[in-house]
C-alpha cells in the first residue's frame, strides 16, 4: 500500500535543464491562473482546483466533496448530462477529475489548439451547476457502491480506513475521503447546492496550464471564459489541531480476510506546519531508508530476511494538516505479526541510535531525487505538481525547492527527526485480523466482525 516507485541512478547522469519558468497571473474576480510552457509536444494539459476536499468536511457530510466531483459532469443549462465528456472525447481529448483531503481537481488533455474548448466548459460548471435531486440520487448510489468496493469488500483498505479514525481524534484527516457510509445515505440536495456555492468560486480556484501554449494567450482565453464570474465570499477553514496523545493507541480489525496486515503510523508535521523548514525534507529521506528501492532497509533487511512477504514505508509532507509517517507490512509464511512488528521497530530503534552512513545517505537521496525528475517529465505532473502545491497553501514555488533541499540533508537532521517524531507517544498500531472465509466467499471486509479499540 506504500510502496514507492524509484528509478535507477542512471537517471541522474543526464538530469533534464530546469523546467521553464511558472507564468502567474491573477483575474480581477481572484481566480489565480499558472501557466508553464513545455515545447516538446502539440499538447496541452489543463486543471482547475479548488481548495476543498475532505478536510474541509464536518460530521454528517462527510463525502461531499467526492459526491461533488461526481455531479460536476451531470449539467448545466448549456449543456445536458454527460454532454461535458461527449465534447472532451469530439475534440480528441481525455479528462477526468479527483478528490483529495485538501482539494478537489478537474483536468483536460487535449491538442494544444483546443484548450479555449477545455475553459468554456470549465467556466460553464464553475458557478451554473444545476445539479438535478434525480441525477444527485443516481450518483450517491454509483458512490456508496464504490465505496463498497474499493473498501468494506477490501480488508486492507478498511484497516486502513480504521487506523486513520483512531489515529486521529480531532483533525479532519481522520474521515475517509469517500465519506462514511451512513453520511452518504442522508446527504441532502440542500447540503450539496450549499457546498457547490460556498466551494465553487473564482477566488477559491487555480487554473494550471502546462504545454505548448503562450502564456500572453491563455491569459486572455482565461479572461475571456472565466473573468466574467463572479466571486463568492469564501470563509476559509480553521485549521484544526490535533489534540496531544498520551500513549500508544492500537486497534484490531476483525475481517474476513486471507493474509494479516500491520499499518504502524506516527504523527508528523507536514510543510506547512514543521517548526524548522528541514525537519520535512529529512522524513522524506528517513522514509527513503526504509524504502527506497530494493537496496533500502525494508526489502533488504526485513523481506529478504524472510519476516515479512511485504513491507514498506511512506511519508507526505505536502499536506495542509499534520499527517503521519507511514510503515505497513504484510507477514511471510510461518510468521506472525508479533515478528513484523519487533522487526520495523527494530528498524525505527536503530534510526534513532546510528547515523545513517555516508554512502547510503547518498544513495538514497540520489534516488528520492531521481523519482522526483523522472515524474517532471511528464506533463501532467508539473501541472499535478503546480496545482497541488498552491492550493494547499504551500505555493507552487516550493516545487522548485524540492531537489536542492533533499540534497542538503544530512545524516544528523535524519537521525534527528527520527528521534523527535517516532515516538510512542505519536504512534499508533492496526492490525487486521483475519476471520475465516465461507466457500467461495471473497474478502470482505465491509462491517463484518468486531473494531476494537484499546
Request: glycine share 8%; no cysteine; charged share 25%.
Amino acid at each position: 500500500m506504500l510502496q514507492r516507485t524509484l528509478i535507477g541512478l542512471a537517471a541522474l547522469v543526464a538530469l533534464p535543464a530546469g523546467a521553464a519558468p511558472v507564468h502567474e497571473f491573477t483575474l480581477d474576480n481572484g481566480l489565480k491562473l499558472l501557466v508553464r510552457e513545455d515545447h516538446r509536444a502539440p499538447v496541452v494539459v489543463s486543471q482547475v482546483w479548488y481548495k476543498v476536499g475532505s478536510s474541509y468536511e464536518h460530521n454528517g457530510i462527510t463525502g461531499i466533496s467526492h459526491v461533488l466531483e461526481h455531479m460536476m459532469f451531470k449539467g448545466t443549462e448549456k449543456h445536458a448530462p454527460g454532454e461535458f465528456s461527449r465534447i472532451i472525447a469530439a475534440n480528441g481529448g481525455r479528462e477526468n477529475a479527483f478528490t483529495g483531503r485538501d482539494y478537489t481537481a478537474y483536468f483536460q488533455q487535449l491538442e494544444e489548439s483546443r484548450l479555449e474548448v477545455s475553459f468554456r466548459l470549465e467556466a460553464d460548471r464553475m458557478r451554473n451547476l444545476l445539479l438535478p435531486k434525480d441525477e444527485l440520487a443516481k450518483e450517491v448510489q454509483v458512490v456508496m457502491e464504490e465505496r463498497r468496493l474499493r473498501t468494506e469488500d477490501d480488508p486492507q483498505s478498511i484497516t486502513y480506513e480504521r487506523f486513520n479514525a483512531a489515529a486521529f481524534v480531532t483533525s479532519p484527516y481522520r474521515n475517509p475521503v469517500i465519506g462514511w457510509m451512513q453520511d452518504l445515505e442522508q446527504l441532502r440536495l440542500e447540503d450539496l447546492q450549499h457546498w457547490y456555492r460556498r466551494w465553487y468560486a473564482p477566488n477559491n480556484a487555480t487554473v494550471v496550464v502546462v504545454g505548448n501554449v503562450d502564456p500572453d494567450e491563455v491569459l486572455a482565453l482565461a479572461r475571456k471564459h472565466f473573468g466574467p464570474l463572479s466571486a463568492e465570499a469564501v470563509q476559509p477553514p480553521r485549521r484544526v489541531v490535533e489534540v496531544p496523545q498520551r500513549g500508544v493507541r492500537r486497534i484490531v480489525v476483525q475481517a474476513q480476510a486471507r493474509l494479516p496486515y500491520l499499518v504502524m503510523g506516527y504523527k508528523a508535521p507536514v510543510l506547512t506546519t514543521a517548526e524548522r523548514e528541514w525537519e520535512p525534507y529529512a522524513l522524506e529521506v528517513l522514509a527513503g531508508i526504509l524504502d527506497g528501492g530494493d537496496s533500502a532497509r525494508l526489502p533488504s533487511e526485513v523481506v529478504r530476511a524472510g519476516v515479512a512477504a511485504r513491507a514498506g514505508a511512506g511519508y507526505d509532507a505536502n499536506a495542509r494538516l499534520e499527517t503521519l509517517f507511514l510503515l505497513d507490512a504484510t507477514p511471510a509464511n510461518g510468521q506472525g505479526l508479533d515478528a513484523v512488528e519487533q522487526a520495523l521497530n527494530q528498524q525505527i530503534r536503530r534510526l534513532k541510535q546510528e547515523p545513517v552512513g555516508e554512502q547510503e545517505l547518498a544513495r538514497v537521496k540520489a534516488q528520492v531525487v531521481a523519482d522526483d525528475v523522472y515524474q517532471r517529465d511528464s506533463v501532467f505532473y508539473q501541472a499535478m505538481q503546480i496545482g497541488m502545491l498552491e492550493t494547499v497553501g504551500l505555493g507552487w514555488q516550493r516545487g522548485e525547492e524540492y531537489v536542492e533541499r533533499i540534497r542538503a540533508v544530512t545524516a544528523e537532521q535524519v537521525q534527528e527527526v527520527a528521534k523527535k517524531y517516532l515516538q510512542e507517544d505519536r504512534l499508533t498500531v492496526a492490525v487486521l485480523d483475519p476471520q475465516p472465509m465461507g466457500a467461495g466467499e471473497t474478502p470482505e471486509a465491509g462491517g463484518k466482525g468486531a473494531h476494537r479499540v484499546h
